[in-house]
């Protein structure tokens, strides 16, 4: 089966033939390091680090370039807040970043380069645009000329007015054209700068990206991915200076975009009070979980959060967790990742059905002899591997969901006989209530032939 992708700039599914199959190039938009990660943020890091697993089955190499957004004027406003340089700034969040991703499952892309060590590409790249007449000087700026490139707007599929009116552009007196965008701008002598053929400054946010994907991927790359809330103006003029730049007919061959993650049906603002922030999110759910709920709608649908869905992904996970401790896979190598998943996944990343999938694999484990059931679990474990769940052993999944809870396990087990003798006096309402009732403190309990065993569950 072939590799299957949404192309924004299409509209439309495609199969994904990558220009050189001997190296595939993907480009991600990656974080501006100035404050924590929220839960919108995190969205783009999982869906696109699953896509650079299911790719690197396919191809032996993958270069999957996500880059730090390192000097821009939030960071430069948190610097000048707390009387300190952007390094400060930028090294505290970019570590605490990259430890928030890695809880959540992502590894670290094949390249990840940062702005500010890119200064002289994107100065070099802005001299190519004016040289061949796409941007020029004006009062310490330099701009991109919109009208020198006619198929700006083709990504996001409007016009130019609908485009600038969409944008809310700052129509400056220095400009040629009022949606025309700034490549470098000047620093005053309190803000970070660089010398430039046009004085002392820094660069425009859409031109980093251009200059590093050139540096590590190349003038034409295979897969740009971003937020949805990128394809204007960011990656509009992503392409307009890239292809302005290098001459060439096209700068990324497919563009993928994620949806928005809204809150309770609400869209996430500062505003409404309901950013979720990852960092303290992983403060009451392992990542895992996040991981799961992040990955059960459509990277293109919009993803409601809830606190409903955490706990649906913490039960599932406890239940898969609990058959792989209850069953020993056979092996758990790669060819034992179901075929249904794989075709799942590839199919635009369709990540509802291979986690249906999944839970299908749990059922048919369930249900098996003991002929079946080690095979069965090889498959559980690497299809849910490919995802980038069920990575912990079991043991350890369960030894530390039992540290997240107040237990007194004398208290429990005095439970547990109290609902026993109900159970034998036939008075089941009193049974049930201590059932309820340890349920609500996390504890579930399980009766059988040999009597009744307790474990953690969900929160």
Not at 13 to 42: M, S, W
Not at 136 to 161: C, P
Request: with cysteine; aromatic share 8%; proline share 4%.
């Amino acid at each position: 089966m072939t590799i299957r992708i949404h192309n924004t700039l299409t509209r439309r599914k495609e199969d994904f033939v990558p220009l050189d199959p001997q190296r595939v190039t993907v480009y991600a938009c990656g974080p501006t390091v100035y404050n924590y990660a929220h839960i919108g943020n995190a969205r783009p890091a999982v869906i696109f680090d699953l896509l650079h697993r299911i790719l690197s089955r396919r191809y032996r190499k993958v270069i999957y370039a996500r880059n730090i957004t390192d000097v821009d004027d939030k960071i430069n406003a948190a610097a000048a807040e707390q009387g300190v340089d952007i390094d400060v700034i930028t090294q505290r969040f970019a570590a605490i970043y990259h430890e928030d991703m890695a809880a959540l499952g992502v590894a670290r892309p094949t390249v990840e380069p940062r702005a500010t060590d890119h200064i002289n590409d994107i100065i070099a790249m802005i001299e190519k645009l004016i040289t061949r007449g796409c941007a020029y000087a004006a009062e310490g700026h330099v701009l991109f000329n919109v009208e020198s490139f006619d198929d700006y707007g083709k990504l996001s599929k409007r016009d130019m007015r609908e485009l600038i009116a969409g944008a809310r552009v700052d129509v400056a007196p220095y400009k040629k054209h009022p949606g025309d965008f700034v490549l470098w701008k000047p620093s005053s002598d309190e803000q970070p700068g660089w010398d430039s053929p046009w004085g002392r400054g820094r660069p425009g946010w859409h031109i980093e990206c251009s200059a590093m994907s050139a540096k590590h991927l190349g003038e034409v790359i295979d897969i740009h991915a971003g937020g949805q809330d990128l394809v204007f103006p960011h990656h509009e003029n992503e392409i307009a200076q890239s292809r302005c730049a290098h001459g060439t007919d096209t700068f990324a061959r497919y563009w993928m975009h994620n949806g928005f993650v809204t809150v309770e049906k609400r869209k996430m603002s500062k505003s409404l009070g309901n950013t979720l922030i990852v960092h303290e999110l992983l403060k009451h759910w392992p990542g895992e979980v996040l991981r799961y709920v992040l990955l059960s709608a459509h990277y293109r649908q919009p993803l409601d959060w809830s606190e409903k869905a955490l706990e649906q992904a913490q039960a599932t996970l406890d239940r898969l967790y609990g058959l792989l401790r209850d069953h020993s896979p056979a092996t758990a190598d790669e060819a034992c990742t179901d075929t249904a998943v794989i075709a799942a996944l590839e199919d635009d990343l369709n990540t509802p059905t291979a986690l249906a999938e999944v839970n299908r694999l749990a059922r048919e484990l369930t249900s098996a002899d003991d002929g079946d059931a080690s095979r069965l679990a090889a498959s559980l474990k690497a299809s849910a591997g490919l995802l980038g769940l069920l990575q912990e052993a079991p043991e350890d999944w369960f030894a530390r969901r039992q540290a997240e809870v107040d237990i007194d396990e004398n208290e429990i087990e005095a439970l547990i006989r109290q609902r026993n003798q109900a159970r034998a006096d036939r008075d089941f309402a009193t049974a049930d209530r201590i059932r309820d009732e340890l349920s609500e403190r996390g504890i579930v309990l399980r009766d059988g032939p040999e009597g009744t065993n307790w474990e953690v569950a969900t929160q």
